[in-house]
Structure formats: structure tokens, C-alpha cells
């Protein structure tokens, strides 16, 4: 490496730490304590993982994931899993819709056409659901009647679980935690 090069990287990761401060010191101003889960799902962010947060409601796991695209001004949305919720919920589906040239097909998106999405209480929804979401996270692009969409970048799911509430939940499979590069327990 050169002494160039060496400058070029030095001021990049000086530019890195001013700008993860920066979006730190925003998440703050509505975020009050949880520094260490703020961090979590930041690096998370940065790495290009995802996050799964565990805590009671009312800790504010939304305020924080609302606060974060806020501060970076990337486009959120929020799903709340339930056992109704079906995979096309989340995804979108194919239409038919009528034109003047006839009848034709439109792809319409779902929630999870956004940059950053809050995944709530994913255990409530059932594994097909579940599924559809996790292959989302892994391949960034869904696929809908044979079609692949890619997802928008960056793409971030941070997902809550209830640890308290477990009637009626469809708890991940080990196996499928490994999607989330962290998870965070929200005291």
C-alpha cells in the first residue's frame, strides 16, 4: 500500500466514525438509555446483517428501529405478524387489472418494499410467513409468480419477539436464527 492509499483509507474510516456519531447521536434524541442495543442494531446496519430484538412490548423496539430510518432517511415500514398474515401480505402479489387495452397483470408491492422494516412480533406469524420474510433477509430480492423483484439498498429487517407470550407462536427454528447477524435481548 501506498502512502496515499493509506490516507485515502485512514480518511474514510474517519468519515465512518463521524457518521455512525452522528446517526448514534440522533437515535439518542429520541431513544433514552439502551446504548448497547442502539449499537447492536447499528452495527447490524453497517455490516449489512439484520437484527432480532427479544423484549416485552412497550420498551421502545419501535421507537428505535422509527428513529434509525428517520436519522438515515431511508424508507420504513412496519409489519405486525399475526396468524392471519399470509406470505403475499408481506411481499405482494399479482393482480389483474383492467385497462383500455384489455385485461393485464400489475404487480403490486407489500411492506417489505422498503429499506428498513420492523418485522413485529415475527413469532406470531406462521412458518410460510415466516419464510417468505427470511428469504427476503437472505437473498435481498423476492420472488412473486416466477417473477424476482430486488429489494431497494440497503435493506435492514430488524424483527421483535415477545419471550413472555408464547401460546400461539411459531418460534424460529434454530436453524433459521442464523439470518440475523445479532439478537438482542431489550431489557
Do not use: W
Not at 439484520?50 to 423484549?55: D, M, N, R, S
Amino acid at each position: 500500500m501506498t502512502a496515499t492509499d493509506i490516507a485515502q483509507v485512514e480518511a474514510a474510516a474517519a468519515r465512518f466514525r463521524e457518521d455512525y456519531q452522528r446517526t448514534r447521536d440522533e437515535i439518542r434524541k429520541a431513544v433514552v438509555g439502551h446504548e448497547e442495543i442502539v449499537d447492536g442494531v447499528l452495527i447490524c446496519l453497517f455490516a449489512g446483517g439484520h437484527a432480532l430484538l427479544e423484549g416485552v412490548p412497550g420498551l421502545g423496539k419501535t421507537l428505535l428501529i422509527r428513529s434509525l430510518s428517520e436519522a438515515l432517511e431511508l424508507h420504513f415500514s412496519r409489519i405486525q405478524f399475526t396468524p392471519d398474515l399470509m406470505p403475499a401480505d408481506i411481499t405482494g402479489t399479482t393482480i389483474v387489472v383492467e385497462t383500455e387495452a384489455g385485461r393485464d397483470f400489475q404487480f403490486r408491492k407489500g411492506p417489505l418494499f422498503a429499506q428498513i422494516v420492523l418485522a413485529d412480533e415475527n413469532n406470531r406469524a406462521t412458518p410460510k410467513t415466516q419464510s417468505a420474510l427470511l428469504e427476503a433477509m437472505q437473498e435481498k430480492s423476492i420472488t412473486v409468480g416466477g417473477v424476482t423483484h430486488r429489494l431497494e439498498r440497503p435493506f435492514f429487517v430488524m424483527a421483535t419477539q415477545n419471550p413472555i407470550e408464547q401460546e400461539g407462536t411459531y418460534p424460529l427454528p434454530e436453524a433459521q436464527l442464523d439470518r440475523f447477524f445479532f439478537k438482542l435481548e431489550v431489557g
